[in-house]
């Protein structure tokens, strides 16, 4: 079966802490996704990995960067935590789209970030 | 740009009635078309896609969808539904040779006794 892990399901951090998250993948993806998700806004991409050590800005990078130095782990990076960063993280992977045109996410089980 | 509306943010149904939740995409080609399911405090698990060929898809947990071209829509449906689709839904549109996806707003489902 198919699987993303998170690191964390439940994290508390203050103001100013830099705050790793954690992303498994066991599907030999070759595309990692970091998404926010808040109530009525849905899922806002924050950053892209397609290959080892690449990354691509998302619609909101700000505040966040990411590191990928192994194909199945992707880490988002909250360099100092701000309130404004309490949220629902997910991160999600795909295949890249040369080996399977049907770029079907899958994904993780979210950590509920809250920054205090 | 390929954009998603899902225009109901809250949908309340009783169980047992029939379910139809809206999406209609933005492309200019054909689009690859997601639903996804979301329960309280899970991460999103996909319920059904379409890619091409027959429009009327089915999925899991007896959902299926419909691809509509002349209307830009591909909308969700449950012939009668159960408690436990109480969750979040959200529509996303892909693209060929575009890894990303773009996700709706969602739209949250309750289902009452």
């Known amino acids: 079966d198919v699987k993303v892990t998170q690191s964390s399901r439940y994290l508390v951090k203050r103001t100013g802490e830099k705050v790793f998250l954690e992303c498994v993948q066991d599907?030999?993806?070759?595309?990692m996704f970091w998404y926010r998700q808040d109530p009525g806004l849905g899922l806002r991409l924050i950053y892209f990995?397609?290959?080892?050590?690449?990354?691509e800005k998302g619609d909101i990078p700000e505040g966040y960067s990411v590191s990928r130095e192994k194909k199945e782990r992707f880490s988002l990076i909250l360099e100092s935590a701000s309130t404004n960063q309490t949220s629902m993280y997910l991160c999600?992977?795909?295949?890249?789209?040369?080996?399977?045109?049907?770029?079907?996410?899958?994904f993780g089980p979210g950590t509920r970030l809250t920054v205090l | 740009a390929q954009s998603v509306t899902q225009p109901d943010i809250h949908i309340t149904v009783s169980e047992g009635a029939s379910l139809e939740l809206r999406c209609n995409y933005s492309?200019?080609?054909?689009?690859?078309l997601f639903w996804y399911v979301q329960s309280p405090g899970q991460g999103l698990q996909l319920l059904l896609k379409?890619?091409?060929?027959?429009?009327l898809v089915q999925g899991i947990k007896g959902f299926e969808a419909e691809f509509k071209r002349s209307q830009s829509s591909f909308n969700l449906r449950k012939p009668s539904v159960h408690w436990s689709d109480a969750a979040e839904y959200f529509c996303?549109?892909?693209?060929?040779?575009?890894?990303?996806?773009?996700f709706g707003t969602g739209t949250r489902l309750t289902i009452i006794p």
């Open positions: 599907m030999d993806h070759e595309n």
């Open positions: 492309y200019g080609a054909t689009p690859y």
């Open positions: 379409y890619f091409s060929g027959d429009t």
């Open positions: 990995s397609y290959d080892v050590k690449m990354k």
């Open positions: 996303a549109v892909g693209n060929f040779g575009n890894e990303k996806l773009t």
């Open positions: 999600a992977s795909s295949p890249t789209s040369g080996s399977s045109p049907y770029n079907e996410q899958f």
